[in-house]
């Protein structure tokens, strides 16, 4: 099947598609390897997404990004009626959950990169003037060679038309990389489809972020985790205590990391929160209780990315296990203790990751958004 772009370039779409879903179906596309196209189903072709797509490719992202974020880069047409896109080819097919959870089991160094991968991605975003909105593990993709990460199904963001200001929402997310701002407002009978503006935003982005790097750090904990402390049963003559869920406590604003509840403890399988170097604490401190009452409060991409950067250079390497890495600060390896506590490993290293992790791909790192200036 032929196609027209809005750029005025012919596509061919090659048979079979290569993956479908519940939108439409996706192409290779005939001596274009590098992209692919995705044909809508007819009910999903509606005025709404065209002109949301074109808002997207009036807010072009860096050449440089397009392999951190899968942008839009052309929208088609089939006879002059509206069809699909075209976006660039992801090749990394890993969601971030998995690299959390532990299916490839990265060391402390390796995480922190994709951390800093991550980073860069959502700093790109951010920096052509839009939001992410849905910033859900499973629209990050890794790849667990490189420590590559792409931001992906990025027509549901939040997108701001540049032209007329008009604003296409995001209408889908994740509890669990939502702030309390954000669920307040879609509380009482309102979703994200009707509650009043804002609803995502920059700020909003910065605390699924943080989420996100917390988990990589902290051998897959989510912030807002917590458990029932056992001894604290015991006392009460065995009455079942039960841990609130990560979405209750980010409403509540109880980052049990830092406060202590009465009957909870934090989960087994997660570190110290001293485990992590002060000024990374205290990016989190302002991530998850400073910001929960002033979202302006969360450090932006740069400053993760700095700090990111700041704590890979300061690594100790573990005299037991050379494939434990941990931070300075600190005179014992917290991984050593915690296997011991859980008594399995911990952090094992079965794949090998780049040395230096990449920010936008090897040949294009030049052209990454920047992260050296606050505020970006």
Same mark, same amino acid.
């Given at each position: 099947?032929?196609?027209?772009?809005?750029?005025?370039?012919?596509?061919?779409?090659?048979?079979?598609?290569?993956?479908?879903?519940?939108?439409?179906?996706?192409?290779?596309?005939? *001596?274009?390897?590098?992209?692919?196209?995705?044909?809508?189903?007819?009910?999903?072709?509606?005025?709404?997404?065209?002109?949301?797509?074109?808002?997207?490719?009036?807010?072009?992202?860096?050449?440089?990004?397009?392999?951190?974020?899968?942008?839009?880069?052309?929208?088609?047409?089939?006879?002059? %009626?509206?069809?699909?896109?075209?976006?660039?080819?992801?090749?990394?097919?890993?969601?971030?959950?998995?690299?959390?959870?532990?299916?490839?089991?990265?060391?402390?160094?390796?995480?922190?990169?994709?951390?800093?991968?991550?980073?860069?991605?959502?700093?790109?975003?951010?920096?052509?003037?839009?939001?992410?909105?849905?910033?859900?593990?499973?629209?990050?993709?890794?790849?667990?060679?490189?420590?590559?990460?792409?931001?992906?199904?990025?027509? %549901?963001?939040?997108?701001?038309?540049?032209?007329?200001?008009?604003?296409?929402r995001c209408t889908?997310?994740?509890?669990?990389?939502?702030?309390?701002?954000?669920?307040?407002?879609?509380?009482?009978g309102f979703t994200?489809?009707?509650?009043?503006?804002?609803?995502?935003?920059?700020?909003?982005?910065?605390?699924?972020?943080?989420?996100?790097?917390?988990?990589?750090?902290?051998?897959?904990?989510?912030?807002?985790?917590?458990?029932?402390?056992?001894? %604290?049963?015991?006392?009460?003559?065995?009455?079942?205590?039960?841990?609130?869920?990560?979405?209750?406590?980010?409403?509540?604003?109880?980052?049990?990391?830092?406060?202590?509840?009465?009957?909870?403890?934090?989960?087994?399988?997660?570190?110290?929160?001293?485990?992590?170097?002060?000024?990374?604490?205290?990016?989190?401190?302002?991530?998850?209780?400073?910001?929960?009452?002033?979202? %302006?409060?969360?450090?932006d991409a740069a400053?993760?990315?700095?700090?990111?950067?700041?704590?890979?250079?300061?690594?100790?390497?573990?005299?037991?296990?050379?494939?434990?890495?941990?931070?300075?600060?600190?005179?014992?390896?917290?991984?050593?203790?915690?296997?011991?506590?859980?008594?399995?490993?911990?952090?094992?290293?079965?794949?090998?990751?780049?040395?230096?992790?990449?920010?936008? *791909?090897?040949?294009?790192?030049?052209?990454?958004?920047?992260?050296?200036?606050?505020?970006?």
């Open positions: 099947m032929i196609y027209q772009g809005k750029s005025g370039k012919i596509y061919e779409a090659a048979e079979p598609p290569i993956g479908s879903g519940g939108e439409g179906r996706v192409y290779s596309i005939c *001596g274009c390897p590098d992209k692919v196209l995705k044909v809508l189903y007819p009910d999903k072709r509606t005025a709404v997404r065209h002109r949301k797509l074109l808002a997207m490719l009036a807010s072009p992202l860096p050449a440089g990004a397009l392999s951190q974020v899968s942008w839009p880069v052309d929208v088609i047409y089939e006879n002059g %009626s509206f069809t699909g896109y075209i976006m660039p080819l992801v090749k990394n097919r890993e969601s971030l959950s998995a690299v959390c959870s532990g299916h490839h089991a990265l060391n402390f160094r390796e995480k922190a990169g994709i951390a800093k991968n991550l980073c860069s991605a959502v700093n790109a975003v951010h920096q052509a003037g839009q939001v992410c909105g849905d910033l859900n593990p499973n629209n990050i993709t890794v790849d667990s060679m490189s420590g590559l990460v792409t931001l992906v199904d990025t027509d %549901s963001y939040h997108i701001t038309d540049r032209k007329d200001r008009n604003l296409y889908v997310g994740m509890p669990e990389y939502m702030p309390a701002e954000l669920q307040k407002k879609i509380s009482g994200l489809e009707n509650a009043p503006l804002p609803t995502f935003t920059k700020e909003t982005d910065l605390f699924a972020l943080a989420v996100h790097i917390f988990s990589l750090l902290m051998n897959g904990c989510h912030p807002f985790a917590c458990a029932a402390d056992p001894a %604290s049963v015991n006392k009460t003559g065995g009455v079942s205590l039960v841990a609130p869920q990560p979405v209750e406590n980010i409403r509540n604003g109880f980052f049990p990391f830092r406060s202590k509840g009465t009957g909870l403890t934090l989960p087994k399988y997660a570190p110290e929160f001293s485990v992590l170097p002060p000024d990374l604490r205290s990016l989190f401190i302002r991530a998850f209780e400073e910001g929960n009452t002033d979202p %302006s409060r969360r450090p400053e993760w990315f700095r700090a990111l950067t700041d704590l890979q250079s300061g690594l100790k390497i573990c005299r037991s296990d050379p494939e434990h890495f941990y931070p300075a600060h600190l005179t014992d390896c917290p991984w050593c203790a915690l296997r011991g506590k859980l008594q399995r490993p911990v952090l094992k290293q079965p794949v090998m990751l780049s040395q230096t992790p990449v920010i936008s *791909g090897n040949k294009a790192a030049a052209a990454a958004p920047p992260l050296s200036t606050p505020g970006t």
